[in-house]
């Protein structure tokens, strides 16, 4: 049964769940706040499709991609600024919500700031989905909404992590002409349950949290949070959520193995932030710079229908990617890891965090 899979082979994606024909699978936290699929042996009636679905057990090949590769941002001030990099995905997302009459699939924080995926049937509603979010979300079935909107012939966009993205197409079964994938370029994913006790105990009164604002500058970027009515800077390194992540502790275990990396994905279009060739680039204002990958003619034809609402240049993939290293490799596991998830619930958790993190400073 699909509970039995490695640790560090199950990415969490949740196929396994929305495939079952009995409901007898659900994700629970572990000790380290990941989700990982239990079985209810009283209700599994040995089907074993939640194996057959899964992308870790039944890995598909991936194929051989289009691949044109651009440095590039929406002219839309606005909404660049409030996205992590140039503002891409809601240049995309826009079109297919008014030209295509589609559907928009992506990641938000519900009202407790916990992760989740949404939908959105006009542009109004994509500012949920903008900025990154350093949490694994719930699934919450939403491969089934996807089958249903499609079913009915509608144009879908689905934006996700790389195993997100091989998640929903091993649950479907088979490429759908009017279904739009958008994955990103990823280092790892924090754990949930981390985030939530890190959220509670640190930031009780959060009202706005943004992982990576701007205001001042793309390289220079800050973990922001408003709470009780004022506004809160933190260095990448001085807010302790995110230094554990970018210390390569906070990460989920399958990231450290992950099997998705590489240029060739299959999805149809690959974000990312444009560091490196991009730094260098003329278009670097410090506003932010995306990394945009086209994989599927499809995804050409939509990039010719938007172009010309970008400033964009053209680069040869290896080129352009090479800057960013996670497009590649794994991260390397802390040797820290295991003592931090051993020791955080320990006792008083603040003051754990802050002694096992070396910060004083939140």
């Known amino acids: 049964m699909i509970d039995r899979l490695e640790k560090s082979k199950c990415c969490g994606c949740g196929a396994c769940v929305s495939a079952c024909p009995t409901d007898a699978v659900v994700m629970k936290e572990d000790r380290e706040g990941y989700l990982y699929p239990r079985v209810d042996a009283e209700v599994c009636v040995q089907c074993q499709i939640c194996e057959k679905v899964c992308p870790a057990v039944k890995r598909r090949s991936k194929r051989d991609s289009l ?15 409030r996205s992590t990099s140039g503002g891409i995905f809601s240049a995309i997302a826009e079109y297919l919500l008014e030209e295509k009459k589609g559907k928009v699939y992506g990641v938000c924080f519900n009202d407790n700031f916990m992760t989740e995926y949404s939908s959105a049937d006009n542009k109004n509603e994509l500012g949920k989905f903008r900025g990154s979010k350093y949490s694994q979300c719930s699934g919450n079935n939403v491969y089934q909404d996807v089958k249903k909107e499609l079913a009915r012939s509608r144009t879908v966009l ?82 302790l959520y995110m230094k554990s992540y970018l210390e390569r502790i906070n990460l989920r275990p399958s990231c450290y193995e992950c099997q998705f990396k590489g240029l060739q994905r299959n999805s149809d279009f690959t974000i990312a932030d444009c560091w490196g060739m991009g730094e260098k680039s003329i278009l670097n204002d410090n506003k932010g710079l995306s ?28 080129l352009l990617m090479a800057g960013n290293w996670a497009v590649y490799r794994n991260a390397e596991k802390s040797i820290e890891r295991e003592k931090f998830f051993e020791q955080i619930y320990q006792g008083d958790f603040k003051e754990n965090y802050r002694r096992l993190m070396g910060s004083m400073k939140e």
């Open 291 to 318: 990394a945009l990958l086209l994989h599927t003619d499809k995804a050409a034809d939509l990039f010719e229908q938007i172009k010309n609402k970008l400033l964009f240049e053209e680069y040869d993939p290896e």
């Open 158 to 239: 689905f934006s996700g992590l790389p195993c997100q993205i091989e998640g929903l197409r091993s649950y479907l079964g088979r490429d759908y002409e009017s279904l739009y994938l958008l994955d990103m370029v990823c280092f790892g994913i924090g754990s949930p349950g981390l985030w939530r006790s890190y959220r509670t105990e640190f930031h009780p009164h959060a009202e706005e949290i943004c992982f990576k604002d701007k205001s001042e500058g793309w390289k220079n970027w800050k973990v922001f949070i408003r709470e009780n009515g004022e506004d809160h800077y933190y260095s990448r390194y001085d807010n």
């Open 67 to 81: 691949l044109k590769a651009y440095a590039c941002y929406y002219q839309e001030e606005g909404i660049r600024a």
